[in-house]
């Protein structure tokens, strides 16, 4: 474990060693590598794993990758897919250069290619239906039993795989598969499937296939086709590599691929799996594929989270051969890191309580000097309105403290961040009595936030935002999108968090807000990161909590805010 930690930071792993060794031994003299999705959903989390990977040794060892779509199965994917794809690769800082491709780019050559198998006596076409395939392939315990087509002549497969592509069967009525070993130990040798008849329309090919390959048979040919040199996957593909072997083996292909398996990455309290995903945005579980508590490249994106975070991330986890299960808190940690350098500092308040400055003139306004980054004086500043009526957080204000409780109360002074020192005189509240609004008084000596002549000290700062100038904005906040560290995939629609989404639907924020580029992060002082959404309409920004200052999920019971910040 200490080496892998030792490994980690020094950004090296197994599959680099791997690579490392090869070129010096020779074996390789240029690297290709290779990121292959299937379009049918939008990449994750756990693509942006094997994006950094694959990309990542390619650049790494002066190689190149390649993007692939993995495009063999119509029923499921879509041009959109396609886009998203591309989109979020480069967002996430990656470029594929003039190395764009698809499987489907290669359907003749892997026709020509099942031609040359069934000849030599390694392919055959099966009749029988898939029922009687499921039962005869044996289990994990027995092994298979042969099929009665598996010895038909060689000019019967290829007479059948000819009509098979020139359309003149239903679907599922027959299959080319390999002939290895009905009783091999391991499942995937026995006669795996190479192209089944599936009368769709593929959004590159059109009308031209209505057969089309098996995954586990295009893979490793279009590696070969493409010149990749470490095909790299995850663990759950290790028991197909003796038959991508087998097919490498047994094919003239232009170069010899060797595939490597890694751990995939799993996070708590949200799920890697685009069948689940797919469900989530089908079922209307959340707004779509870049629902800002979606784990998706899309949805992290408009959350806010900077692609160099979700690099970060992906480093500190690195890559392993064993399974394991990643605090998502882990993640938030590298959102932070970099959101902290990167963002500019705001004032917002979320739950606004009215503060009236009783000794302050009406009607006059002070811009105050507010830092927007307090350890980068090159971010420089900028004015915030000050007047006699303005807005504090409503937690910041107890009538009745606990001894620890440091913010306004009767009585008590605070500094107001930027602005002055004020002294909370009266509670006015309304019929039902609700705090509707606190009389108070301010110093005049403590201009910009600063401590009096006297030496007078407070124990709080507090964030407000004056009620005059302030911009009305919808804030939104969120929370894991499942309750439990390890939903159920079976049934996750029980287990998605109710309170994953908040809607705070007025807000008060400073004018600079409103004013910001949208796509640069902020800080809301004590309340955390935030991002401007697409759903923004002029003068009604609409914004989303990116993350938290810190982890308020683990100590939830009591501690967290109703507002989401945090306390001191
Ligand atoms: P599914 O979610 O249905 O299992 P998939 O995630 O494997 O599908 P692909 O589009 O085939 O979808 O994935 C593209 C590449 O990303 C593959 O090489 C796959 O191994 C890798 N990948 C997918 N999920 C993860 C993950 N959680 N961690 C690391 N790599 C992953
Ligand atoms: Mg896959």
Redesign the pocket.
């Known amino acids: 474990m200490a080496d892998e930690t030792a490994d980690r930071a020094a950004g090296r792993d197994f599959i680099r060693d791997i690579v490392q060794a090869d070129l010096d031994a020779g074996r390789q003299s240029a690297i290709v590598t290779r ?4 379009p ?2 939008f990449l ?4 942006a ?2 994006i950094c990977l694959n990309f990542g040794v390619a650049e790494e060892f002066g190689g190149r990758c390649h993007l692939r779509m ?1 495009d063999t199965n119509p029923t499921k994917e879509e041009q959109a897919y396609i886009d998203a794809i591309k989109r979020d690769v480069e967002w996430l800082g990656f470029t594929w250069g003039a190395h764009y491709y698809h499987a489907s780019d290669y359907f003749e050559q892997l026709y020509d290619w099942a031609v040359h198998l069934i000849k030599a006596g390694k392919a055959y076409v099966d009749d029988q239906s898939q029922a009687e395939m499921r039962h005869s392939r044996g289990t994990l315990t027995e092994p298979g039993t042969n099929s009665p087509f598996r010895e038909r002549p060689i000019a019967e497969s290829l007479d059948l795989f000819q009509r098979m592509r020139a359309r003149e069967f239903p679907n599922g009525t027959r299959v080319l598969r390999a002939k290895i070993d009905m009783a091999s130990g391991n499942i995937n040798l026995r006669d795996p499937v190479l192209y089944r008849i599936l009368h769709a329309e593929h959004p590159r090919t059109g009308t031209a296939w209505c057969i089309y390959p098996s995954y586990d048979y295009a893979h490793g040919q279009s590696d070969a086709i493409e010149g990749v040199t470490h095909s ?3 663990l759950e ?1 290790e028991d197909h590599r003796p038959l991508y072997d087998w097919f490498l083996e047994n094919l003239p292909v232009p170069s010899r691929p060797r595939q490597y398996e ?1 751990a ?3 996070v708590t309290h949200t799920v ?4 689940v995903l797919t469900e989530l945005v089908r079922g209307g579980h959340v707004v779509g594929w870049d629902d800002p508590r979606m784990p998706t490249l899309a949805g992290m994106r408009r959350r806010g989270v900077p692609p160099e975070a979700i690099r970060d991330f992906v480093k500190r986890v690195g890559v392993a051969k064993a399974n394991s299960i990643v605090d998502y808190g882990m993640f938030e940690f590298s959102v932070r890191e970099i959101l902290n350098k990167s963002a500019q500092r705001r004032m917002a308040v979320l739950k606004p309580l009215k503060l009236v400055i009783e000794n302050y003139p009406e009607g006059k306004v002070e811009e105050m000097v507010a830092a927007n980054h307090p350890e980068d004086p090159a971010a420089g500043s900028r004015m915030v309105p000050f007047s006699r009526e303005i807005y504090i957080e409503r937690d910041d204000f107890m009538e009745h403290p606990p001894k620890k409780f440091f913010r306004l109360s009767p009585g008590k002074e605070v500094r107001l961040r930027y602005a002055y020192f004020v002294t909370c005189k009266e509670v006015v509240k309304d019929a039902r009595g609700e705090i509707v609004e606190l009389r108070c008084t301010y110093d005049p000596e403590t201009r910009g936030g600063n401590t009096p002549p006297d030496g007078r000290k407070v124990q709080a700062t507090l964030h407000w935002v004056s009620a005059a100038q302030a911009v009305e904005g919808e804030v939104r906040l969120y929370e894991h999108l499942f309750t439990r560290p390890d939903p159920d995939a079976t049934n996750f629609a029980d287990e998605i968090n109710p309170n994953s989404l908040e809607v705070v639907a007025n807000a008060k924020l400073e004018p600079a807000i409103a004013a910001d580029n949208g796509n640069s992060p902020v800080q809301f002082e004590r309340l955390g990161y935030f991002h401007l959404d697409q759903d923004s309409k002029p003068g009604k920004p609409v914004l989303n909590r990116t993350v938290g200052l810190r982890d308020t999920w683990a100590k939830v019971s009591g501690t967290k805010t109703p507002a989401g910040g945090t306390k001191r």
Do not use: I, Y
């Open positions: 990121f292959p999705p299937e049918n959903g994750h989390m756990g693509h794993k094997s993995d790299l996957c995850t593909f890694f995939r990455l799993n890697l799996s685009k069948r």
